[in-house]
Each structure stands twice: as C-alpha cells, then as structure tokens.
C-alpha cells in the first residue's frame, strides 16, 4: 500500500466521525450508562503538566493548576509556565471571569473556549442526562444537553476506556477528550479541538490534593 | 558553667558581627563582597501563592552559578526542567516520557529574563541593569522594579534578600500583581566550591 493510501483511509475516518453527528444510540437503562464515578466528585485542586499542539506545532510546556469545587460548580484555573510566572488565569461561573491574561493567551475568545474545555474534563454537566445507550462501535454513551444547543456524551469504550465527546449545534464534533484511568487526578487526558481551532492539549497529572481535608 | 556560657555568648557575638559584615551595606561593598566569589551552589524551594489556590505550589530544585555568568537552574520535583546559561545563550529543556526534550522556539519569558538577572545579582551587580532599578533596603534586602510597563505586566516587582555569606542570597521573591507571587529560598549554599565539567552546557 502506498504511503498516501496509507494516509487516507485515517483521514476518512476522522473527518467522517467529525462529520457525522452524535452516533445513534440503542437505548439502554440509564442507571447503567450513566455512572456518577465518571468525573471526580468534591472540592480538589489539580496541578497538570500540559503539552500543547496547535496546528501540529508543539507550543513550550506549561502548568496548569485547576481548582475545582462540584458541589457548588465551580472552577477556577491558570495557566503558568514551568517556573511559576502566571500567563493567564480566569475563573468560572456563569461566565468566565479572566484575572489575568497575557500574550498568546489574551486573543479574543481564548478565555471563553479555556474554560468550556476545562468544565468538561473536570465538571460533570448540569443537567441530567436526556439519554443513554449503546454506540454502533460498542462503546456506552450518556448524553446530556449542553450551552447554545451543544451535546455532550460521556463515554465508556468496548475497551472501558472513559471518552468525553462534544457537538455543536449543528452536530459537528468540536471536542474529543480521552481520560485514562484515574485522571483527572493520576494518568493522561488529551483534548483534540477539531473545529477548525486544530489544537490538542495533553495534560499530564502531577498532584491532586483534596481541599479542605 | 558561667565561663562557657559566657565563651559561648562572646562567639555567637563575633559570628553574627561577621556574618552581618557580609554583602556589605552599600551598592559599592555588595559588588566587592561579591568580587570573591567564583561559584555558589545551593538547593532551592520555590512556594507559588495565589488568591485562587487552596494550597501554595511548591517545587524544589538544585541552582548553580559561576562566575562571570554561567548559570543553572534545575527543577527537580514535582515537574523536572532545566535553564541552562552560558556564554550568552539560554536553553531549556523539560523532561518528558523519560528523556529530556529540549523546548525549541521557546519565547524569552518572565522567568527566564529572571533567571538570567541572577547571574548578574550574584555578581553583585544589581544596577547597572537595563530591565530593572535597584533599591537597597533595610536588612540585606534590595527591591527591584521593572523600567519596562510591559514587562511589568508579568513581574510587578522582585525583593532579594541577601544572605549574611557573600555571594549567597536567601531568598528571591517574585510579585506578579495582588493575587499572586513566588518565594524561592535557597537552601545549604556552598560558596567557590568546584563545578563539574560541562554542568551549565550539558543535560545530566
């Protein structure tokens, strides 16, 4: 096979996938798709070692520190380089709040898109879920409605690896994050953008403290 | 009894004397003090505080200088990286999936332009510097503020506090606004102790 054949079928796959919409679920109880132990429940603060990817290029690696409280939904979060030196930190409610943000980080829009990114890996959705079932790929979804229309399925693979998809309005996949065992706290998560921002963000756990143990 | 609490007290008198001599106490004795010193190496440990943490930050790491401007500056727990400084030019590296990786097109950022001050601190030369007026202060300390706003956009202002040893700093901290500023404080400095060949050009 030919290194571009090699290529295409992949590529295929990808932009199929991204095309594609929300998968078709076969419904099953949500009891069992929809499990509380998919995201961290309490108030903890993480500190990650992030490696970012935008376009294909490696950005320098950075710290990212998260704390975040599930009770109340909240969550705050920087971004710093390896020695300390805060370049961007915000807060999140019903909007993001930025406390501070410096160049590249302060492009318009950067904010908003930062924390809905760090709200779906570290917070579980608002609302309940509307549905839950089996993917044709095997894999077990329970979706919940987003902000503006958006869907979110949490993921559980036919290899029980934890996914986290997001869908605009339109059905697009924007957001593809794969969590492995014990994240947020211990292990890998990586965030691939794939709405024409083209970035992956892989974050690495180094510390995860309980707060107000 | 008395005889050697009183021996005892004397000594105590004499050291601390000496060691408050130290630096010296004008822009012009710090920079002689520190003519003397060829190299300093020491542990440090680095508190990153902020309004939104529930905990301080803390990272520890092994710094090392020589003199005329040779510098580096090793984290080595929890998130191992490495600044390395010599003749002029300034690297660094991470480690990742268990080798070093050196970070290519790495902008000069805040705390490399401080790392790189260092060396120039260690020296004793804390005004004839383009980015930063110095200050002297009261008890060994010297406030440094940014000529450049922009810069000051990341580092408010730097306090160092001087170590009663020549050529030893006790702490270096970092103000980068109200909600947020570094403390590093070094730890068992060694003053013109000898250097490994290749430590500020070589990864290890």
Known sequence: ?213 | MVRKTRKTAVLLLVVSAVLTLGWGSTEEEIREAAAGVDTVQAGFVQEKHMKMLARPLVSRGLFCYEAPGSLRWEYTDPVKSLLLMHAGRTRRFTFQDGKWVEEAGFDLQAMQVVVEQIAGWMAGRFDENDLFTARLLPERRIRLTPKNPAFGRYIERIELTLSPVPGVMESVTLHEGENSFTRIRFTSPAVNRPVPDGWFTEVR
């Open chain 1, 1 to 213: 096979m030919t290194g571009r054949r090699m290529l295409f079928w992949p590529l295929l796959a990808v932009f199929l996938s991204a095309c594609a919409g929300p998968p078709v679920l076969t419904p099953v109880p949500k009891e069992s798709a929809c499990s509380s132990r998919f995201f961290m429940e309490g108030d903890w603060q993480f500190l990650h070692r992030l490696s970012f990817a935008v376009s294909g290029r490696r950005a320098p690696s950075l710290l990212g520190v998260t704390v975040v409280s599930t009770h109340r939904r909240s969550l705050k979060t920087a971004l710093m380089t390896t020695e300390g030196v805060v370049l961007f930190e915000a807060e999140s409610g019903d909007t993001a709040l930025v406390r501070k943000s410096l160049p590249p980080f302060d492009r318009p829009g950067f904010a908003e898109g930062l924390m809905a990114d760090v709200r779906m890996l570290f917070l579980p959705p608002a609302g309940p879920p509307f549905a839950a079932g089996r993917a044709p790929d095997g894999s077990l979804v329970c979706r919940y409605r987003g902000p503006e229309g958006e869907i979110l399925d949490t993921v559980k693979t036919a290899s029980d690896r934890r996914q986290i998809h997001r869908y605009d309005a339109d059905g697009r996949r924007i957001r593809t994050a794969v969590l492995e065992k014990g994240a947020p706290a211990a292990g890998r998560m990586v965030l691939t953008a794939s709405d024409g921002a083209d970035y992956r963000i892989e974050m690495e756990a180094v510390e995860a403290v309980r707060v107000g143990e």
